[in-house]
């Protein structure tokens, strides 16, 4: 059965790009446009990783990682999210609260395949 992975960016051109280089992986794809969106995606389908932009209108991903891991269900506050951005600064505030990963966008093949390899083992 393929791993699940959940995209959660209002950016439809980062959903695009993460479904062409990770569907030549296998990996069975699902996309929310906001964090409020993904939070509910996060609770129907218990992805095996949960891709999260920070800058998004509304709930941003800072927002989204502090409710997915603290307001959720026990099952989906244990699913690993990696924090998609272009500001490196933010990087300690989302490891500390529960981030698994951190990349900047945009983001090549080999550091994608990388995350990838340690935390969907």
Known sequence: MPKKILIIDDDRDVHEILELRLAMFGYEMFHAMNGNEGCLKATEIK???IFLDISMPGIDGVETLKKLKTEMPDD??????????????????CLKMGA??????????????EVLARLLP
């Open 47 to 49: 992805p095996d990783l």
């Open 76 to 93: 989906v506050k244990k699913i690993p999210v990696v924090m998609l951005t272009t500001h490196e600064h933010l990087q300690s505030n």
């Open 100 to 113: 698994a990963a951190y990349m900047t966008k945009p983001f090549d093949l080999y550091a994608l395949k």
